[in-house]
């Protein structure tokens, strides 16, 4: 063998190599276009024209396909809504004053910065009422009158009286409780 058949045969080697790295490249790309692609819109044509992109114009298609694809996938995108959605639920459920605008426990019956009645106990069970609710969702109660607009009060409800606490051995007797 001569000098020149070694060398030629060596060309036509890394010929040979640098041909099959650039056809399996060119198909990993499209691969990696099709799934990532597909991850990001349920668009069939956007998705069709992205692939065709790389597979047709190889590298340069690809890093234009990766200037021009869409920022976030379909989960993230959901996952963003749901997470507002939540805040927005959130944010509803907080119960404010109607005269301060200051945040309020549902448990509140009074607003602790200006005294409105936000609430009322109930007189069956003596857990806290909204002012618009007429009946108590915790015990079926009625209510004997719900008012319309909250009205302002310093006072609480009374609150029931418990047993009181005997030594061992002795007679139990309850208390009367106080209703208002």
């Given at each position: 063998?001569?000098d020149a058949?070694?060398?030629?045969r060596?060309f036509s080697?890394?010929?040979?190599m ?7 490249l060119w198909a990993?790309m ?11 819109t349920?668009?069939?044509?956007q998705r069709q024209v992205s ?6 114009f190889h590298?340069?298609?690809f ?7 869409p920022?976030?996938t379909?989960?993230e ?8 959605e939540?805040l927005?639920?959130?944010?509803e459920r907080q ?5 301060c605008g ?8 009074t607003c602790?910065?200006?005294r409105t ?6 007189e ?5 009422l909204?002012t618009?609710?007429?009946?108590c969702p915790y015990c079926?109660a ?15 409800a009374p609150v029931p009286l418990?047993?009181a ?9 309850a ?5 208002a």
């Amino acid at each position: 063998m001569t000098d020149a058949t070694i060398w030629a045969r060596a060309f036509s080697l890394v010929g040979f190599m640098f041909v099959a790295y650039m056809l399996t490249l060119w198909a990993v790309m499209v691969f990696w276009t099709h799934r990532d692609i597909a991850s990001r819109t349920a668009n069939r044509a956007q998705r069709q024209v992205s692939v065709a992109m790389v597979a047709l114009f190889h590298v340069p298609g690809f890093l234009l396909y990766l200037a021009l694809r869409p920022p976030e996938t379909v989960a993230e995108s959901l996952s963003r809504q749901l997470e507002a959605e939540a805040l927005v639920l959130e944010s509803e459920r907080q119960q404010t004053c109607p005269a301060c605008g200051h945040a309020v426990s549902p448990e509140f019956v009074t607003c602790p910065f200006c005294r409105t009645a936000v609430g009322k106990a109930c007189e069956a069970c003596q857990r806290s009422l909204r002012t618009a609710w007429v009946l108590c969702p915790y015990c079926g109660a009625d209510r004997a009158h719900a008012p319309s607009t909250p009205e302002r009060s310093s006072e609480r409800a009374p609150v029931p009286l418990r047993e009181a606490p005997q030594p061992a051995g002795a007679r139990r007797t309850a208390l009367p409780t106080a209703r208002a």
